[in-house]
């Protein structure tokens, strides 16, 4: 009988596990945007005050980017985009699963209200074109800038593409994220968009917290690269971008 199995090389577990860490990170995002999210600061900054608001997802979606980035750096854009493309599509598998969900009918003995349900994981129209637009946009921009720098930089300072390409990305992910999730859409379907202050401050308040992220998790992003190419499990990554 013929193995139709037999194979191939086995993809290396560092690259499984990169590829399931973005896509977890991602989903996780999409459930918890709709919840606003306040952090006292010892200090004021412009619009926030001494406030740091932001959507639930700004931690969450924080990781993907550094997925991206290790994932970038050990196996070229080509592979990071199409990573970024799995992505979109996972989100839509979601979106599925979860609004069936919703729509499927509780057992009568079901401990959980289905209102309550719905209102949790329901994530408004706003929110769900929000987010979408912003993760196609600066997750691909995210990819070119990263490989971008390594040209500039002829494959040297991993922490400079690293900070760099995350930096602008999220300043790009957030201005959508928040302009078209609370102004946009909101006033696209008759309802009450926010305040240009409120709308600033929530800009502000993720936009710090993914920097100190994007600063804070460089060390780690060596760590992971170095570890996965001590262990053969990738190869250095293409110099030419995409």
Known sequence: MTDHYRDTTPLPTGRIALVALFVTALVTAQLTASKLLGFSIPFELPFTGALLVMPGAALAYAVTFFASDCYSELYGPEEAHKMVNVGFAMNFVLLALVYSTIAAPAAPFSTVDPA???????ASLN????????YVVSQHWDVRVFHAIREATDGDSLWIRNVGSTASSQLIDTLIFVFVGFAAMPALRGGDPMTTN?????VVGQYVLKLLIAVADTPFVYAVVG????RGSAAPAPRTAD
Do not use: H, K
Request: hydrophobic share 60%.
């Open 227 to 230: 570890y996965f190419r001590s």
């Open 198 to 202: 409120a709308l600033l401050g929530l």
């Open 127 to 134: 929110i769900v074109v929000a987010s979408l637009l912003a």
């Open 116 to 122: 309550t349900f719905e209102r949790v994981l329901g």
